[in-house]
């Protein structure tokens, strides 16, 4: 796939605007006059067609404009040189001018030998740029094509706030030529990247064009099927915009508003451990439309007891949500709850968090894998949050894992939750009272929704 078959399999008839920043002259073979190098420029060129290894411009993916750029691999391998830097840059500031998200399909091999040092450095520019990105709230998401490695994997495709891998793609910081002789191809690999929380989702090409639409619906309102003008000194759209309302909470689950609230803390904590309670996926399914999973927390964890990600309501509405399924939380699952409460404040996208954990994972492995500063940070990321966040607590509220993602001042339960400082039998064992004592120590706890509400630590009881 060609950078402009890889751009046309997005746009579709919606068609591409090229734009191009004005050339600068390279000393003859390239900054370290490397014997050939001119010569090499010139059958690629011929090769491709293009001018750089890079191709970028305007463009609209579904109905949401942004700046596509393009990696063309025949293009020296699509290796990133001090050209390549020009356009990367310009890129990004196009996207900065005009508002516009920054969906990059990345095919790269690397920095380029043949300009040395001079291409290495152009990984700062781009994450320099990047930067700028980010602080202005506009989203990065990355596609990474076959094969996506070395620097261009690591800045443009890693660094990217969404990381959409197509199938069967080689990934990977260390290209097949340098290698350990011993390395494990799947690593190596979208699946292997996928597996180990590198990359948000593997996808079919066939499948790109409506993923990548859906996803810039989801990271942010835009402008839809327009392109943004550009924006000038004092200009009210640079303006810091208003936050968006809070995500509405999540209907009650059937058996959530089949009875009452408990009538005793024992029954209440006996009702969030029901097996037949409904999970976090019953409420995510009836809550979106569509669901866009983030997955892992990018230091190669993953935890498949917290869904994460954005979505789309049925009124076209994105909200991120974090949501446990009923497991103790493990520390990968903290950061990647953090990672997603950022990127959404970040964006602008109200934040909904579900509940449901008997407490945080407490063995030896998530001790070794940072659960204390795991937990520190997502409580961090809730507390900093600008956007709204909506917390409702679906079944078990089980201590500080459990405290770490309830919005303050925007907690709501379920009739088939509780929420405690600890669970009945822990508090009771030390106490020192006979495991007998549990119920009556729920009692104690006041853990029910009712109780919850009368302290004033919940808004309402949901169904």
């Known amino acids: 796939m060609t950078a402009r078959e890889a751009i046309a399999l997005l746009t579709g008839a919606a068609g591409f605007a090229e734009h191009r920043p004005r050339p600068r002259p390279l000393p003859a073979d390239g900054p370290l006059g490397w014997t050939g190098y001119d010569a090499a420029r010139e059958r690629a060129a011929a090769r491709t067609g293009e001018e750089e290894s890079v191709v970028y411009g305007t463009g609209v993916v579904g109905d949401r404009a942004c700046v596509l750029v393009s990696f063309e691999f025949g293009f020296l391998g699509g ?8 356009r990367l840059e310009a890129a990004y500031e196009l996207a900065l001018a005009r508002r516009l998200p920054l969906v990059s399909l990345v095919a790269t091999g690397g920095s380029r030998m043949q300009e040395g040092m001079v291409a290495l450095t152009q990984l700062q520019r781009v994450a320099a740029a990047s930067t700028r990105l980010r602080a202005a709230g506009l989203p990065q998401l990355a596609v990474v094509r076959d094969p996506a490695t070395g620097g261009g994997w690591a800045t443009v495709g890693a660094g990217s706030d969404v990381v959409l891998a197509l199938s069967g793609a080689q990934v990977g910081f260390a290209g097949s030529r340098v290698r350990p002789p011993d390395a494990e191809p799947y690593a190596y690999s979208a699946e292997g990247q996928w597996e180990a929380g590198q990359a948000d989702a593997v ?9 990548v639409g859906q996803w810039l619906r989801a990271l942010g309102p835009g402008d839809p099927g327009t392109v943004a003008r550009e924006l ?6 640079t303006a810091v915009r208003e936050l968006p309302e809070a995500a509405p909470l999540p209907r009650a689950q059937p058996s959530a508003s089949a009875s009452g609230p408990p009538s005793s803390g024992w029954e209440a904590v006996a009702r969030a451990r029901a097996p037949e309670r409904p999970r976090a996926e019953a409420y995510l399914t009836d809550y979106f439309a569509v669901r866009l999973p983030l997955r892992g927390d990018r230091c190669g964890g993953t935890d498949a007891g917290l869904l994460c990600g954005f ?6 509405r994105a909200v991120a949500y974090v949501a446990q399924c009923g497991t103790p939380t493990r520390p990968a699952g903290y950061r990647a709850a953090a990672r997603t409460i950022r990127l959404a404040d970040r964006l602008g996208v109200p934040v909904l968090t579900l509940v449901d954990t008997p407490g945080a994972a407490n063995d030896a492995e998530a001790e070794r894998a940072g659960a204390g500063a795991a937990i520190a940070d997502t409580f961090a990321a809730i507390a900093a949050a600008r956007v709204p966040v909506t917390t409702l607590v679906i079944g ?10 309830a919005a303050p001042g925007n907690t709501h339960v379920t009739t088939d939750s509780y929420f405690s400082v600890i669970a009945p039998e822990l508090a009771a064992a030390i106490l020192k009272r006979p495991p007998s004592e549990a119920g009556a120590t729920a009692d104690q706890l006041r853990l029910r929704p009712q109780d919850l509400l009368e302290l004033g630590l919940v808004r309402s009881i949901v169904g």
Not at 79 to 86: A, E, P, Q, V
């Open 79 to 86: 290796s990133l040189g001090l050209l390549t830097g020009d």
């Open 232 to 237: 000038t000194p004092g200009d009210p759209a």
């Open 311 to 316: 979505g789309l309501r049925a009124d076209g």
């Open 203 to 211: 996808v079919e090409p066939g499948e790109l064009r409506d993923t």
């Open 396 to 405: 078990e509220g089980g201590s500080g894992g459990a405290l770490a993602l």
